[in-house]
């Protein structure tokens, strides 16, 4: 008989309420909830339209849910905005760059927005790590698709974020690139960062996350880990997140193919 | 091809139609469209107005003459400056979509001149309404506009392919375009000398001080006669009184515009990769404008760019403000200094013009504190690096750990800065250039009291007029010019107007306390005793006014900027 561990849970770094987004008549997200414990990553996955970018647009700020409550890292995002926004970064699958910033001044720019007082010490090796060194006098319109979303991704990392954000976050990268913003994510879910990663690529999402949400048309349709979601059907058993996922959103026979 | 054509270009011009009058069901367009409508309609038929004054200038010799000579000089321009946007643009998805179909290049051409005829069409109708009826038939007018326009659209277009045809093939190009190379070269060079022996009557013209008669000497110079000739046979029918004298015309006028249709469609310029090089620039730019709703060219090799430095620490707003300023320095075009510059310079002539008994630096003086005088009015106009640029952004921007009313303060300050700094800089000009000036101006203590008035009083009115300015972006997004996409149509126009009588109105609503609170100030002080040392503290509370004003203000704006959907500003 094992002894009760004595042990307590961290609390989740991302908890979501029933959360609901309506525009209009039209419900982009239906009463969504789940959480995301620290260093945990987490996926989100669902078809075009399903709510994807909705739901990560609330869980940062940009817009206010109509009901329910998120809360990151205990502050709720509605409430106590800027407390929760210290502590989490957003990465968009299209990067947001000012064109009149060079690359080391977007740094610069985010270290005084977040308060980042050794932000020199941090820019450098960020730079090197997403080999924008080179780069750091380049204006956002003279750098590729591929370095526009590593800036992106460099001021996302720069105040090191305990909840990080990603959508589509290998758009534009090169293979190496790919290759080094996997081994990013999974450093800093290590080192206790949340991630919550939404992408089309479930290669991807199988890869690196350790457990999955899958929505559509706003609704939640799974969540847990792969394994779960299986064992909880059984006429999935030995298929992958491509199979499991197109069963699930609806298209079956593309799955039995 | 050319049905198919037509077919894209009629359903393209269809579909946006739709879009537009569907739009007008939403009453802010709805509104927008009828106060457009009516300043149309009183700029050009308001019976009230002597535009029959306007149409009469445009129809006589005089303004044949001058328009003659503007032609000439525009299609000079073409050949020899060349052309800073093509004037064959191709859309992304034509470049995507046409260039590697099986169409022929002249089919590509033939695409332009077919979707050139729209715009063309609706400069005909503008100047109708400019020319006026006069005495000849509408319709033989605008055909006679049409003729006109497309001559000059298909010059334009062959100075250009010409011009692409030099550039690709380098000498062989100027052997196989002998003749057209030989012309032109010939013509410069001719029009150059018979300026240079011109210049006595050209000169006597000028003693005369009659504008018209200079312009009536230029194009009466023999070469000059003989380039604008072309262009005085394409005006010809516009201006004829009669129909006789329209037939008597327009012939040549058409064979001008016939002869180009061969010369453009049987080039042999490649000039898709040029079309499809600026087609990527266009879609660049555009993405630029919509993300960020600005553009900044790369800086070229070897220089350096302009930089503030911005400490890691601190207020968290200031980094708003240094993000605006960066902007504001590096967005500034050459055009716009020059614009600047000439208005300037203009605005001290004509003083000069006006007091022509004063010395130098009195009208230096003068001039710096009208300049001055007029960025309090316009620099909230002018300078617009606060939300209204940065709305745009709202996305990126709503992510940042900024409180909405620290957001919407930082953003105010931006403008408010740069109008204030640029007002003070005048300021000082004024008061170094009074020092020297002979002219007897207010004593020393006087002028020293009025530029101490001055030093709040300036931003203060600056912060309420920027602010109310950020109000109309915050508050009806869809009224306000954000970025620096310029919307068109008549219904953008009302919008402007709207938005510019509601921001005055807004703006006056603002003063009145502030500027009651600052002459009971300075009343109590008593003018008769400490002169116009009695501004000062007037001109503080009025600022004080002010800002408190604005600071409660930005807190409701502020809880407004945290509920705005992106949805609302795209």
Known sequence: MSEPSTSVAPPPAIEVDRLTKLYGNLTAVDSLSFTVAPGEVFGLVGPNGAGKTTTLRSLCGIIRPTTGSIRITGHDIVNDPVAAKRTLAFIPDEPQLFEYLTVSEHLQFIARIYGVGDAPARSAPLLAELELTDKRDALPSELSRGMRQKLAIACGLLHRPRVLMLDEPLTGLDPMGIRKMKATITARAREGTAVLLSSHLLQLVEELCSRILIIQSGRLVAIGAMDDIIADRPQLAGRGLEDVFLALTGDGDAAAR | ?570
């Not at chain 2, 643009?89 to 729209?118: D, S, W």
């Not at chain 2, 334009?156 to 550039?167: P, Q």
């Not at chain 2, 500034?332 to 000069?352: E, M």
């Open chain 2, 1 to 570: 091809m050319i049905a198919t054509f037509t077919w894209y270009i009629a359903h393209g011009f269809r579909n946006r139609a739709v879009r537009r009058i569907r739009r007008i069901r939403e009453p802010r367009y709805a509104i927008a469209l009828i106060v457009g409508v009516l300043y149309l309609w009183s700029i050009f038929f308001n019976p009230a107005r002597s535009h029959n004054a306007m149409g009469s200038f445009a129809l006589n010799g005089t303004a044949h003459l001058f328009y003659a000579l503007g032609l000439t000089a525009l299609a000079a321009s073409w050949w020899l400056v060349g052309f800073e946007k093509l004037p064959i643009q191709y859309t992304p998805a034509e470049v995507q979509l046409l260039f590697p179909a099986p169409v022929l290049r002249r089919q590509l051409v033939e695409l332009k001149i077919l979707q050139a005829q729209l715009p063309v069409l609706l400069s005909c109708v503008l100047w109708l309404v400019i020319l006026g009826r006069g005495s000849g038939s509408i319709l033989l007018r605008c055909i006679a506009l049409w003729v006109l326009f497309t001559a000059l659209y298909l010059h334009r277009m062959s100075a250009w392919l010409v011009r692409t045809s030099l550039a690709e093939h380098g000498a062989a190009g100027a052997r196989r375009g002998f003749i057209t190379v030989l012309v032109v070269g010939t013509a410069t060079v001719a029009a150059a000398w018979s300026l240079i022996h011109g210049l006595p009557a050209l000169r006597a013209a000028f003693a005369t001080h009659a504008p018209f008669r200079i312009l009536s000497v230029a194009l009466h110079l023999p070469v000059i006669a003989v380039l604008s000739y072309p262009f005085r046979l394409l005006l010809a029918p516009v201006f004829a009184p009669t129909t006789t004298a329209w037939l008597g015309t327009i012939w040549p006028a058409a064979i001008i515009m016939l002869v180009h249709v061969p010369w453009v469609l049987h080039t042999d310029a490649a000039f898709e990769e040029a079309a499809a090089e600026a087609s990527a620039r266009r879609a660049t730019r555009l993405a630029m404008i919509r993300s960020r709703g600005t553009v900044v060219r790369p800086a070229r090799p070897g220089r350096t760019r302009f930089h503030l430095p911005l400490g890691a620490s601190g207020f968290a707003g200031v980094a708003i403000v240094w993000k605006n300023a960066l902007a504001l320095v590096r967005t500034l075009t050459v055009q716009t200094i020059i614009s600047f510059t000439i208005a300037a310079t203009a605005l001290l002539v004509g003083v000069f013009s006006l007091n022509s008994g004063h010395d130098a630096a009195a009208m230096i003086a003068t001039g710096a504190a009208i300049i001055a005088g007029v960025l309090a009015l316009m620099g909230p106009l002018w300078v617009r690096n606060d939300l209204r640029l940065d709305l745009q952004s709202l996305e990126f921007l709503r992510a940042l750990p900024l409180g909405g009313a620290e957001f919407v303060r930082a953003e105010i300050a931006a403008s408010v800065c740069v109008i204030t700094g640029l007002q003070y800089v005048l300021l000082a000009i004024a008061v170094v250039a009074a020092s020297f000036s002979t002219y007897p101006w207010f004593d020393l203590s006087d002028r020293a009291a009025l530029v101490l008035a001055l030093l709040p009083a300036l931003p203060a009115v600056n912060l309420l007029s920027v602010l109310v300015q950020n109000t109309l972006a915050l508050l009806v997004p869809g009224w306000v010019q954000l970025g620096i996409t310029r919307r068109g149509g008549v219904e953008a126009m009302g919008q402007g107007i709207v938005s510019v009588l509601g921001s005055t109105l807004a703006l006056l609503l603002l003063l009145v306390i502030p500027l009651l609170a600052g002459t009971l100030a300075s009343a109590l002080l008593r003018f008769e005793r400490y002169g116009l040392w009695a501004l000062l503290p007037g001109a503080i509370v009025v600022a004080a006014a002010a800002l408190a004003e604005a600071w409660g203000i930005t807190v409701w704006l502020g809880r407004r900027f945290e509920r705005l959907e992106p949805a609302e500003v795209t």
